[in-house]
């Protein structure tokens, strides 16, 4: 079964026998598919194949379609992924077929290229997992001023409450900041009291967040046109060295 979407985003580059084209992975068809058009431009462009081209061995329907898809030939060649540094291959087998849909990356290729991971998060290897824990910057010493309209009347929001199976994890994420020294506390009062959120991660580890709509609407803004990539290129035209001045903030 041959599906047609359009997701940007499934869209990749790779070269098939020495020939760059733009492919959409598919996980739902097992085989890789070359449409007829692409075919044309491939074998213009000198595609190389591994060994020869020949009929096909597999039949293939559109999504919703009683018809087979009529398939023009078969062939495998080298497909080549770009991946930073480095690059991803495999040796695959392509099928063309008469007026299908864009390229497609079949779901068995994709898997072996590694751009397309299929199971349980739990199922699979950490691929980045930061063992050291650096000690968070802190600047004492500077108080940070930020204007606020004084006509607007502060508020002092109601506390969100919490579900009761969240209450340890809450108390030990706020410890953990404290003693990071990321946040500290306030025994004095305050007339701008906002709400804190609880966000659930897919890990199970939950995120703090504060709403500060209510305040952020008293706070004033300053106005300033934003410079274009036009206006930026044109100030470093024939510029080789570039200096960045400290910053300085009022006390």
């Given amino acids: 079964m041959v599906s047609s979407g359009n997701d940007s985003d499934e869209l990749i580059w790779a070269k098939v026998g020495d020939v760059l084209i733009e492919m959409q992975i598919d996980s739902g068809v097992q085989s890789n598919i070359i449409d007829d ?40 060649a080298e497909i080549v992924i770009p991946d930073g540094h480095k690059q991803l291959k495999a040796v695959s087998r392509f099928y063309v077929v008469r007026n299908g849909p864009q390229p497609l990356l079949g779901k068995q290729t994709a898997k072996q290229l590694g751009v397309l991971v299929v199971g349980l998060p739990s199922q699979r290897e950490l691929v980045h997992q930061v063992d050291a824990c650096r000690i968070f910057p802190c ?60 966000v659930v991660k897919d890990n199970g580890d939950i995120r703090l967040c504060i709403d500060m709509r209510r305040l952020n609407k008293a706070i004033l803004r300053e106005t300033h046109p934003l410079p274009t990539i036009e206006e930026v290129r044109w100030r470093l035209i024939e510029l080789n060295y570039f200096y960045y001045p400290p910053r300085t903030f009022p006390v």
């Fill in 37 to 76: 058009r692409t075919w044309d431009s491939m074998n213009r462009n000198g595609i190389d194949v591994i060994g020869e081209i020949r009929g096909s061995d597999r039949r293939f329907k559109a999504y919703a379609q009683a018809d087979c898809l009529e398939v023009i030939a078969m062939f495998d």
């Fill in 139 to 198: 600047i004492r010493g500077v108080k940070i001023i930020i204007p606020v309209d004084k006509s607007i009347e502060p508020v002092d929001q109601r506390l969100r409450r919490l579900l009761l199976p969240m209450l340890g994890k809450v108390d030990e994420k706020l410890n953990d900041l404290l003693s990071k020294d990321i946040i500290e506390r306030v025994s004095e009062p305050s007339r701008w009291v906002s709400p804190m959120v609880i």
